[in-house]
């Protein structure tokens, strides 16, 4: 089975800075997706970013971009020029080509400072 | 808004109860899945519909527990007996067509045994 790990529970930047959130997986699986999820307090889940497997170019949305190493079995996020509004949850998610299912990592907290 | 809707946001019940939560997909969006997540946790799958078909079910998912989705629109999720362990977020996200796209999700309902 396939898990995701998030080794960072907690992590905090200065507002204007630059953070990464770190995400790792384990499959043997060679067609997949990745995902990173944004959860801010009381307020639904929403996407960042997607990456598909098989593209080497690393995904970018604005100010969101990913690292992935397909290898290493990595997928982390850098977040520039960070905003107040940034602070939630941050979920990295596994998805098999081949099933339906979304596998979660445990999640890091982003705190923003002002 | 056409956004995923789930009803209700919260839940109070006592412990033995029977609860249903309800779940409105984003209208053109045939996949829809339950996860649950606990506090400081990421979301953990529960089941999964293509349509009105029940394709996936987790291992979490308890002789306790059954979700329906009867006309491949909206869907129920109902757990018997309540437990304390029960106790947490239950989330629901609906998918449209295509390998890469994302999963969509609501708000939740929060549901607490007493």
């Known amino acids: ?41 009381s307020r639904q889940m929403i996407l960042v970013i997607r990456q598909e497997a098989y593209k080497q170019q690393n995904a970018t949305e604005n100010r969101f971009s990913v690292n992935f190493q397909k290898a290493a079995k990595s997928f982390s996020l850098k977040i520039s020029d960070s905003q107040l509004g940034d602070a939630a949850m941050y979920f990295c998610a596994y998805r098999s080509n081949y099933g339906q299912n979304f596998v979660f990592g445990p999640g890091t907290r982003l705190s923003v400072l002002p | 808004d056409t956004g995923v809707s789930q009803n209700p946001r919260h839940k109070i019940t006592k412990r033995g109860q029977n609860v249903t939560f309800r779940c409105d997909p984003i209208s053109e969006h045939n996949r829809l899945y339950w996860y649950r997540q606990t506090l400081g946790q990421g979301p953990e799958f529960l089941t999964y519909f293509q349509n009105e078909a029940q394709l996936e079910k987790s291992r979490l998912l308890s002789d ?51």
Do not use: H, N
């Open chain 1, 1 to 41: 089975a396939q898990t995701v790990t998030q080794s960072q529970p907690e992590m905090s930047v200065q507002e204007a800075e630059t953070v990464t959130l770190s995400c790792t997986y384990d499959t043997s699986e060679s067609d997949y997706y990745l995902f990173w999820y944004k959860q801010p307090p």
């Open chain 2, 64 to 114: 306790r527990f059954s979700a329906e989705r009867p006309k491949g629109s909206f869907s129920t999720l109902e757990i018997q007996r309540t437990e304390q362990g029960d106790s947490a977020m239950y989330l629901c996200a609906s998918r449209g067509q295509g390998a890469s796209t994302e999963a969509f999700f609501g708000q939740g309902t929060r549901l607490t045994v007493v």
